[in-house]
C-alpha cells in the first residue's frame, strides 16, 4: 500500500504561484509514474502534470509553460510548481501514483493510489 498526502494548496491571486507537495509512504518502491490531477466544480478531474519513474514528463496543454513537476526520490516527494496562476487553476488538486512498469501518464485508468486532495483558489 502507498499513502499520499498533499500539501500547499491556498488562495493566491491571479499571476501569483505557489507549489504544491506530495509526499507518498508506505511501499514506495512499488511507485513508477507520479500523477497530478486537478477537478474543479462541476467539472471532470483532469491530468495536470505527470512524471515517470525515470524523468520523462508529461502536461496538459492548459499549464504547460507555467506548471513545472518535479520528483525526489530521497524523500519520496513530487512537487507541482505553478507560475502565472490563472483563476481557471482554481480546483482541488490531488496527485496519484502508479505501480505499473510504464503506465499512461495521461490515463487516470493507470493509477493505483490517489490522494485526499489540496484547494488551490486563485482569485480575479
Known amino acids: 500500500q502507498v499513502q499520499l498526502v498533499e500539501s500547499g494548496g491556498e488562495l493566491v491571486q491571479a499571476g501569483g504561484s505557489l507549489t504544491l507537495s506530495c509526499a507518498a509512504s508506505?511501499?514506495?518502491?512499488?511507485?513508477?509514474?507520479i500523477g497530478w490531477y486537478r477537478q474543479a466544480p462541476g467539472k471532470q478531474r483532469e491530468l495536470v502534470a505527470g512524471?515517470?519513474?525515470?524523468?520523462?514528463?508529461n502536461y496538459s496543454d492548459s499549464v504547460k509553460g507555467r506548471f513545472t513537476i518535479s520528483r525526489d526520490r530521497a524523500t519520496n516527494t513530487v512537487l507541482l510548481q505553478g507560475n502565472s496562476l490563472k483563476p481557471e487553476d482554481t480546483a482541488v488538486y490531488h496527485c496519484?501514483?502508479?505501480?505499473?512498469?510504464?503506465?499512461?501518464?495521461?490515463?487516470?485508468?493507470?493509477?493505483?493510489?490517489w490522494g485526499q486532495g489540496t484547494q488551490v483558489t486563485v482569485s480575479s
Open positions: 508506505g511501499s514506495t518502491f512499488s511507485t513508477n509514474g
Open positions: 512524471v515517470s519513474s525515470g524523468t520523462s514528463t
Open positions: 496519484a501514483a502508479s505501480s505499473m512498469v510504464v503506465p499512461n501518464l495521461r490515463s487516470q485508468n493507470d493509477y493505483d493510489y
